[in-house]
């Protein structure tokens, strides 16, 4: 009797601890599973910006930060390989393409590459600092802001699995793409608990990328075919200026789309998600606008940027990291006002004046007005700029 009682109370006992034990590893798995489901908290972010229209730059900003892994252009390899469709059938598989690569599933690259790829097959690969360092590259350390042409000299040999390697050891994603012209295919990848997205939308005066758009680079002949739906035909040598029009003219109806997606009928899931960026503020004020690149996506600055930054704006440190940049960024981006012929700021204006309106970008009636350098042409965007990011703090 003495004996069965024993035996009863253990194994009350036991089940006791068993069920405690249990809970104590449910309730752990319970908050495992919360945090995988985030991705230990990372941070993907999209730029989302246009040919021709500061993105470099900006996404440089991002690849030289320490804490951050940037792809540039990856979907350049999907409209590449399916040139014969056009941009809006495209739309879905850049989408994949992109929401793989921030959860560093480069597999996704295995539709668009060949076997045995290195790390130098994948498109403009050398901006990215991540994989100029370890563990893609022993050249630079992980602190070092990198040199493309340097880093192409150093880093060629990586083998391509080194890629989502270095991914899997960041905690910021940064992709940069042109090839989107909607904000609607974006929103599965905003609802999706997988993720943690933010959307830096860099747009910049119509004008002054249709100067850049000027030479006709056999390489934005077959990005406009694909704009253009032209069914992988190529555009003709002599029709490659009208070509640019039409596609601006594309470029001007997705900044109306984008922006209104985002701020008029936007759904709970942008908010704090959404912010846009104008070439123009950021050349005037880098440091500042930086900051607040970097403060809606959760970086901080570090000397090195704030100085490297000053200085590649400011045309100072002479074969400094990036020639496109090195120079007064500020000027430049004015350039278009001396340079380009009235007759086609007026065309430009014809087609973008929907667009112009809603940036902030003043149109120009006469050719004195256009060379006119006291006339500010960039109006001051005060009502809706930033509406989301007043609370950028909350982290939900
Ligand atoms: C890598 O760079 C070196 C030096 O510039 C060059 O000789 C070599 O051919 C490159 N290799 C590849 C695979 O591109
Ligand atoms: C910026 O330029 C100054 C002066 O040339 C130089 O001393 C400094 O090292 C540069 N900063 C970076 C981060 O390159």
């Not at 069965?4 to 908050?31: D, E």
């Not at 996704?108 to 893609?136: H, I, K």
């Not at 739906?229 to 003709?236: C, F, L, R, S, V």
């Amino acid at each position: 009797m003495v004996r069965l009682t024993f035996v009863t109370t253990s194994i009350a006992v036991f089940v006791a601890i068993q069920t405690f034990a249990l809970i104590v590893i449910y309730s752990r798995q319970k908050v495992q599973i919360s945090v995988s489901d985030n991705q230990n908290n990372k941070v993907h972010i999209l730029i989302l910006s246009s040919w021709r229209s500061g993105s470099s730059f900006v996404g440089q900003v991002f690849s030289q930060h320490p804490d951050v892994f940037y792809l540039m252009e990856p979907a350049w390899h999907v409209w590449v390989n399916m040139y014969q469709n056009n941009a809006k059938v495209l739309q879905m598989a850049v989408r994949d393409l992109i929401r793989s690569t921030f959860l560093c599933d480069m597999s996704v690259f295995n539709a668009y590459m060949g076997e045995n790829r290195r790390v130098s097959d994948l498109f403009q690969w050398e901006v990215s600092r991540a994989l100029c360092s370890p563990p893609t590259c022993d050249y630079y350390k992980r602190t070092d802001l990198s040199n493309d042409e340097t880093c192409k000299k150093h880093c060629n040999m990586s083998k391509f699995f080194k890629m989502e390697e270095a991914c899997k050891t960041y905690n910021y994603i940064v992709v940069k793409e042109v090839r989107f012209f909607e904000l609607m295919p974006l929103f599965p990848l905003l609802a999706d608990p997988s993720l943690n997205l933010k959307i830096i939308h860099l747009v910049r005066d119509p004008r002054a990328v249709m100067k850049s758009r000027g030479k006709s680079l056999p390489a934005l002949m077959r990005d406009n075919g694909i704009v253009m739906g032209a069914n992988g035909k190529p555009i003709e040598k002599d029709k490659a200026e009208a070509s640019n029009y039409e596609v601006m003219k594309e470029v001007c109806r997705s900044h109306i789309q984008i922006h209104e997606a985002a701020t008029k009928q936007a759904p709970d899931f942008l908010k704090q998600r959404y912010m846009m960026v104008r070439y123009e503020d950021l050349v005037r004020d880098p440091l500042n606008e930086i900051s607040t690149m970097y403060k809606f996506t959760g970086l901080t600055f570090t000397p090195k940027l704030r100085s490297w930054i000053y200085n590649i704006t400011h045309g100072e440190g002479a074969g400094s990291a990036f020639k496109i940049t090195s120079r007064n960024a500020k000027s430049i981006s004015q350039a278009w006002r001396t340079e380009v012929p009235f007759e086609k700021v007026l065309k430009v204006q014809d087609i973008c004046q929907g667009a112009m309106n809603i940036l902030g970008y003043r149109l120009v009636q006469s050719e004195r007005e256009q060379k006119l350098s006291s006339l500010d042409l960039v109006l001051p965007l005060r009502e809706y700029k930033f509406s989301w990011l007043s609370s950028a703090e909350d982290p939900s």
